[in-house]
Nanobody
Framework: QVQLVESGGGLVQPGGSLGLSCTVSGDTFTIYNMGWYRQAPGKERDVVATIDISGNLVEDDSVKGRFTLSRVNTRTTVFLQMNHLKPEDTAVYFC??????????WGKGTAVSVSH
């Protein structure tokens, strides 16, 4: 059984920083893509940043220059460093990975709240 174990998140003031970590545990398989999505209240789930098996990075324009996604530990863990956080970054952040046969796996989500 595959699990995406998320950690990090919390409450931070505007301009602050947080880090989110996600590790794939359980059955081993080739991870073709991995990263983070987020869902703000009343909105759809959107991509934040993902990295594919070749190391190609996709980032939403709203986080470019502020967020950094990195891949560690033989590609089963990703870390999202979030700097210069804004209130509009407030959302539930979901870890995501893509395995063989286009099967998608999702974490349970971790809340990030940016406010005074």
């Amino acid at each position: 059984q595959v699990q995406l174990v998320e950690s990090g998140g919390g409450l931070v003031q505007p301009g602050g920083s947080l880090g989110l970590s996600c590790t794939v545990s359980g059955d081993t398989f080739t991870i073709y893509n991995m990263g983070w999505y987020r869902q703000a209240p009343g909105k759809e789930r959107d991509v934040v940043a993902t990295i594919d098996i070749s190391g190609n990075l996709v980032e939403d324009d709203s986080v470019k220059g502020r967020f950094t996604l990195s891949r560690v530990n033989t590609r089963t863990t990703v870390f999202l460093q979030m700097n210069h956080l804004k209130p509009e970054d407030t959302a539930v952040y979901f870890c995501y990975c893509l395995g063989p046969n286009c099967r998608q796996y999702w974490g349970k989500g971790t809340a990030v709240s940016v406010s005074h």
